[in-house]
């Protein structure tokens, strides 16, 4: 029979109605076979669910932390920008939040990575560090093909 459920109302119908012993054995090894397949394929269903909460956690764990970055390297990015319009510019400083914003690209970059892995088709992502490249480090080409996907 196609279905588990139907195959087992059926057998315990026929074991309701009191057969012979020897048949009353046979029904009752079906119905332990398919208790048993019914139980495993419910099993695998909650080891299913449980790897994709799984991986829904890295992913917002992953997309929380690049999120982080970006708005670090945004800040490192704005001061960086500020010390230059000063009129007398503190070159010492420029030249540590230049360090600082390189350093910040590299680590945002990684953890872009390590979040595309674990999830690599959410649109939220993919809008987030398009947006990044553009506005942020000025690479209009491949934040619009991001943003675009």
């Known amino acids: 029979m196609?279905?588990?459920q139907q195959a087992l109302q059926v057998l315990t119908d026929a074991e309701q109605r009191s057969p012979p012993i020897d048949q009353a054995f046979i029904l009752f090894k079906y119905k332990k076979v398919i208790e048993d397949e019914i139980a495993e394929a419910q099993n695998d269903r909650k080891t299913e669910a449980n790897i994709e909460l799984e991986g829904e956690s890295s992913?917002?764990?992953?997309f929380r932390l690049c999120q982080a970055y970006i708005e670090k390297c945004c800040l490192l990015h704005m001061e960086f920008w500020s010390q230059i319009q000063e009129d007398q510019p503190d070159l010492a400083r420029i030249n540590d939040l230049g360090l600082k914003i390189s350093q910040g690209i590299k680590v945002t970059e990684d953890q872009w990575n390590k979040l595309v892995k674990t999830n690599p088709n959410?649109?939220?992502a993919y809008r987030l560090y398009g947006k990044y490249l553009v506005e942020i480090l000025h690479n209009r080409e491949?934040?619009?093909?991001l943003i675009a996907k």
């Open 2 to 4: 196609s279905s588990r």
């Open 59 to 62: 992913f917002m764990h992953n």
């Open 122 to 124: 959410n649109a939220k």
């Open 142 to 145: 491949k934040g619009e093909e």
